[in-house]
């Protein structure tokens, strides 16, 4: 106050303590500002305690309503009827392959009006600094933010940024692990499955060509030597590559060099043969992804329920036998050492049995989980019957994952690379598609993983 307000030609006056820089300070003004500073200190520590109790106890932080979201009288997050929509088709058209700037656009010309300006004509706020003058004109900052953001998919995220003192108001980015996840807190406008799919094409590259549209493949094609993922480069001809190998991150020694089209007509020979197949053939169809997804059959699944039971009725068996004990304790039947000792023993069983039961249980709902996928890709192979061309709705509703291998013969302009499809009837592996792309034909054979 002293250096910095007399080097620029400030003039400060504190009426009720009687300060005036023009008169000179005072000896008791430097005392005053150092209380002054201790109490501000001391406030900010009592409100960051609170906000952290708030936010560990899975209460949302956050003082500003997100766009698509209202709060109701209890001043939780419930879906807004207006804007909710609006945020599940943003969602909607990014997993369809939209680009950000197309997506704003599209927003643009319907004449929807952006997030901070929805707000002040709701309740007067400037929060978001609204553009009165452009109200339609979405930014590309806007929609991706909306994109990355949990809160669609009904979790709470707590903590994501911070402040490293009281006296700067400068937020920073905080690290992965000091973020507090919650989910299913509140009711969710997008389901966790296209939020995770919009993540996923995220993941990968996410320019946008001439006409708007990001790449259908992005986050679904990987190298299958180092695992890396295929970046495509727009060319002349058009072509993917191993990001492992162009940026020396692996140790993958070519580039697994594919053209667009050949991927392209690969993979739609592919999605056509194989629903096809699962049409024709839907019985045969389910009892060989059964078989190769899970290796489980249902008398296997009947046979795990079966114990799962038996695994129950012993717990409670257990639990039996322990109140007996301390019952026979108390009235003096058994010596209390007898009692430690024999509680303990089927204490000890019991967290055994707990253990066991929990492993089975997360088998039984992976073997479900298995069988749904399977009759869910029958019912879109029904769905989908007429494949002119490969869309991002037909990728992301029958393909999980694509690895490109190297041609056996390097630099050959005749031999094709080796492409392993995997498909959303298994869960982890399964049946694939070998897939080999040449100029001269397609090449496609079910395999066993």
Known sequence: MELVFPAYDVRFIAITDGVDSANGFNEMSGIRNLFNDMYARDTSKKIRAVQRAKGERGERVGTTTPYGYMKDSEKHLVPDPETAPVVKRIFEMSADGKGSRKICDILSAERILTPSMYSFSKSGSRAGNP????PYRWSVKTVRSMLKNRIYCGDTVNF????KS???????KNDPENILIFENTHEAIV?????DLVQKRYDGRKKADSLGDTDKFAGYLYCADCGARMYLRRREINNYSCSGHSKRGTDCTSAHYIRATEIERVVLAALRQVTQYARENSDIFYEQAMQRGEEESKRQLRDTQKQQNELNARINQLDNIIATLYEDSVIGRITPERYDQLSAKYEREQAEIKAKLEKITEQIESQKLCESCVHKFIQNAWRFIEMPKLTPELLRTFIKRIEIHEKEH??????GNRIDIYFTFSLE???IIDGTASNEQTETTLLAS
């Open 131 to 134: 553009n009165i003058s452009s």
């Open 160 to 163: 994501s940024t911070y402040t």
């Open 166 to 172: 009281y006296k700067l108001k400068k937020t920073l």
């Open 191 to 195: 389901s966790r499955k296209l939020f």
């Open 410 to 415: 390097k630099f050959s302009r005749s031999c």
């Open 429 to 431: 592996s399964g049946m």
